[in-house]
C-alpha cells in the first residue's frame, strides 16, 4: 500500500483531535445525525471533556469552548463520512497498517513517549492512539486510490514553478543597520576595502541588535522577506559585492555572500509531489461532500450548524432555529434534545 509521508502523516495526526463517538442510540438527546448514525450529546461532551483533560490543551483548546465543541463535532461527523466513503470505494486498512504508522510517527518524534506527550496534548490519550491513526491511514488510501490515475502536467509544475519562485531563488546576506547615510558610506568604503572587517563593523556599528553580534547575518531569504527597498538591493546585486540601502529602518550596509537558484528541472520531483498532494487533498474533500450530501447531516443548533461546501460545524447564526429532522424520521423519531424548544439546554456541566 502507499504510505503517507511522516511530516503530513503527522500534521494530520496533529489536527485530528479526539474524535471517539458512541454508536448506542440513547434518549439523551443528538449532537449531530449523519444518515442513520446518531452522535449523542453525552458522547461529545465526553469527547471534549477528554480532549481539555491535558492541561496544555486546556490552555490553548479550551479558550474559545464553542469554537473547539464545533471543531470536535466536525471530526466526529467527518469519521462516519470516510468510514462510509472508504466503504463505498472498497477500501480497507489493517492492524499492521496502522501498527506501520505508529512506528514511523515514533521515530519521526524520537520516541513513543514524545508521541504520546504530544498526542495528550492534542486530545488523544495513548490508549486511543490506535484508532486515530488508523483514521490518518484510511484517508490516506482512500486519496492514493481516488488519485491513482491523475498526471501533473508540464504546464502545471511550470505554473507552480513560478507561484513559488521565492523558495527557488533565494540569497544569503548581512547588513549594518546605522541611522545616517554619512554613517553607511563610511562603513560601505571600509568593507570594499576589507570585507573580512564586515563582521566586526557590524558588531560595533549595528544598531540591529537581533544579529550585530552574529556579523549581521541574515540568512537565506527569498523575495518578499525584506521590505522593497532593502530587497532590490539585495536582488540586484552580485555575491561577494557591498551595496547601500535606505528603508524605513534606517540606512542599511548589505553584503550578499551567495545565491542559490532552483532551476524548473531541480524543483521539479518537489513541485511533482506538492501538486499531487494538492489533488489528494482536493479529491478526498470533494468525496466527503458528495457523502455528506447523500447521508444528509442534521446538526442540533445548539452546537452549530453544517457548512457542506467545507464539510464541518460552524457557529450558528440562529441558535433558536428549528432542526428539520433527516429524511426517513419524523419528529417522534428524532432523539430527545435534538429539536429544541425556546431557548437552547444549556451545555453538560463539565466533568471534576
Not at 527597498?229 to 539585495?234: A, T
Request: glycine residues 8%; aromatic residues 4%.
Amino acid at each position: 500500500m502507499t504510505r503517507p509521508p511522516g511530516r503530513l502523516a503527522l500534521a494530520a495526526l496533529a489536527v485530528l483531535l479526539l474524535s471517539a463517538c458512541g454508536d448506542g442510540r440513547t434518549r439523551s438527546g443528538a449532537a449531530a445525525l449523519v444518515g442513520d448514525q446518531q452522535i449523542t450529546v453525552e458522547a461529545l461532551r465526553q469527547v471534549v471533556e477528554r480532549g481539555l483533560s491535558d492541561p496544555q490543551a486546556a490552555q490553548q483548546l479550551g479558550a474559545d469552548r464553542a469554537a473547539f465543541q464545533q471543531q470536535t463535532l466536525s471530526r466526529l461527523i467527518n469519521r462516519i463520512l470516510l468510514e462510509d466513503a472508504a466503504r463505498e470505494a472498497g477500501v480497507q486498512v489493517s492492524e499492521d497498517d496502522v501498527d506501520e504508522q505508529i512506528e514511523r510517527f515514533v521515530a519521526e518524534v524520537g520516541g513513543r513517549e514524545a508521541l504520546d506527550m504530544q498526542a495528550a496534548q492534542g486530545g488523544i490519550q495513548p490508549q486511543d492512539l490506535p484508532r486515530f491513526v488508523r483514521d490518518i491511514v484510511l484517508e490516506d488510501e482512500l486519496a492514493s486510490q481516488l488519485t491513482e490515475d491523475v498526471v501533473v502536467s508540464p504546464e502545471q509544475l511550470q505554473e507552480l514553478y513560478e507561484e513559488n519562485i521565492a523558495q527557488f531563488d533565494q540569497v544569503r546576506s548581512r547588513h549594518i543597520l546605522v541611522a545616517d547615510e554619512a554613517t553607511a558610506r563610511m562603513l560601505l568604503e571600509q568593507v570594499r576595502a576589507d570585507p573580512s572587517r564586515f563582521g566586526a563593523l557590524a558588531a560595533q556599528f549595528s544598531t540591529d541588535t537581533s544579529n550585530k553580534d552574529d556579523g549581521g547575518e541574515l540568512g537565506f531569504a527569498g523575495r518578499g522577506q525584506f521590505v522593497p527597498e532593502f530587497e532590490q538591493v539585495l536582488f540586484s546585486a552580485q555575491p561577494g559585492t557591498f551595496e547601500v540601502a535606505n528603508t524605513q529602518f534606517g540606512w542599511h550596509v548589505i553584503g550578499v555572500a551567495e545565491r542559490q537558484t532552483t532551476t524548473l528541472e531541480e524543483a521539479t520531483p518537489q513541485l511533482r509531489r506538492a501538486a499531487l498532494q494538492e489533488q489528494r487533498q482536493t479529491v478526498t474533500l470533494d468525496v466527503l461532500r458528495e457523502t455528506a450530501e447523500r447521508l444528509d447531516i442534521t446538526v442540533n443548533p445548539r452546537f452549530g450548524r453544517w457548512d457542506a461546501e467545507n464539510v464541518s460545524v460552524v457557529a450558528a447564526p440562529d441558535p433558536n432555529g428549528v432542526l428539520s429532522p433527516a429524511p426517513g424520521t419524523g419528529p417522534d423519531d428524532v432523539p430527545e434534545g435534538l429539536i429544541p424548544d425556546g431557548q437552547p439546554p444549556a451545555p453538560p456541566p463539565a466533568a471534576e
